[in-house]
């Protein structure tokens, strides 16, 4: 009787091991990429609309953080005057119906004294956090005049190599989806290790050792090309402080637009960014060291319509993954169409 007890605790030792193993890295998001609709693509009559966040409420009500600027600035006007606005909708992929304005550019003598742009909604143990990315121009003078024309010349206008540089990553908090938004002094982080120049375009979530997790794009140092990198950094809180850790999460092409989450089931985070020709996916156990992805490739940068159509915008980016109970659900982008921009909601299939 005693032979048989040690074999038999082993093997329920085995059982009880293999239930509780995380499952690895076996998402496929590519071949859940359905046709859809003109309901699925959110358009503002004289407005370009960019990128997107969605985030749902205790009463069930969808919530969709997006950035948009008005069409008489030009497309270059994200960096001068976009705002992010705020809609709502019953279901995770629309239609959406605008709610209101929730920031601004504060105006002079802030780090986010002019535009607020690229939002990402969070809600993070009782409240809702609203990451955003700003810049300035020093403590120079400037009018509205000067931030139009600005705009309007682009890349050209030498503000430009002043805004540029001057853009970091920051956060405001709410009790309430609707606000009121407390904005911080001070940018979230700043830029170091395996990035320069500037901090933007963030992505976070909470890793299951309760840290938070940050992702930033900045400049790849000793680079004499235009290549951006993404950087990691981590916090005992969502409103920091950031520490950045020198390894990066992608500096072997350049890439754009990360959106991160943490999948419990698997026990690891999952990013989904822009590249040249693709939008592509990336995981990570632990949050600090990153590889491509079993499906790395999610698409290619077209769209299927409906109605048969294959719609091929001329710049599709800002992805960013919906999850709910732990599945992904909706993949949004932002799609540039000759002079127009909109934010497109695709429902995943199961």
Known sequence: MKSLTLPLLLFQS?????????????????????????????????????????????????HLFYSRWKKEYSFYGWLTHSEIAHAISKH??????????????????HWDAITAHNPKIKYFDGKYYLYYISTNLGD???????????????????????????????VAVSNSIYGPWKRMDQPLIEPSGPIT??????????????KYYLIVKGDKPNETNFVRNQAIAISDSPTGPFRMHEKPVIDYMDT??????YDEARERFYGVFHA???????????????????????????????????????????????TENGRPTVLSLAARDGDNSYTVCIPLNP
């Open 197 to 210: 120049t500037l901090t933007v375009n963030p992505a976070i979530d909470q890793g299951k050792d309760g």
């Open 14 to 62: 085995l059982v009880i091991a293999c239930t509780v193993q995380p499952r690895g890295d076996d998402l496929v998001l590519s071949d859940k990429i359905p046709e859809i609709s003109e309901a699925q693509i959110l358009k503002t009559p004289g407005y370009y609309n960019w990128g997107a966040s969605i985030c749902k409420d205790e009463n069930g009500l969808y």
């Open 256 to 261: 754009e637009d990360m959106s991160t989450w």
């Open 276 to 322: 040249h020709t693709f939008i592509g996916l990336i995981t990570s156990p632990g949050g600090l060291n990153w590889e491509k992805a079993h499906d790395h490739t999610i698409t290619t940068k077209n769209i299927r319509m409906k109605d048969g159509t294959i719609w091929k915008p001329g710049r599709l980016e800002r992805p960013f993954i919906y």
């Open 140 to 170: 120079r003078d400037f009018s509205q005049a000067e931030l139009v024309e600005t705009a309007q010349t682009g890349y050209d206008h030498s503000n430009w190599k002043i805004l540029r540089p001057n853009q970091r990553t920051g």
């Open 92 to 109: 995770p992929a629309g239609p959406w119906e605008y709610k209101q304005t929730e920031l601004r550019g504060r105006g002079k003598g």
